[in-house]
């Protein structure tokens, strides 16, 4: 490795939205800084399931489900 072309690695602390924390290495800021997060797996909707909707644009959605349907039904 070249010397001085890379960022320092150190430890942070990372602060989940419910306010668990956990300690990890880490380029961000200095050694010791907080890092406290906006959105994780626990609160944004891709990982939690939320309220979202899928939209059936030209029945596409109707039509994997109907060509789908029994696709893993055990009978």
Known sequence: MKAEIHPDYHTIKVVMTDGTEYLTRSTYGKEGDTLNLDIDSKSHPA?????????????????????????????
């Open 47 to 75: 990982w939690t399931g939320g309220t979202q909707q899928l939209l059936d644009r030209g029945g596409r959605v109707s039509r994997f489900q109907k060509k789908f349907s029994g696709f893993l039904k055990k009978d």
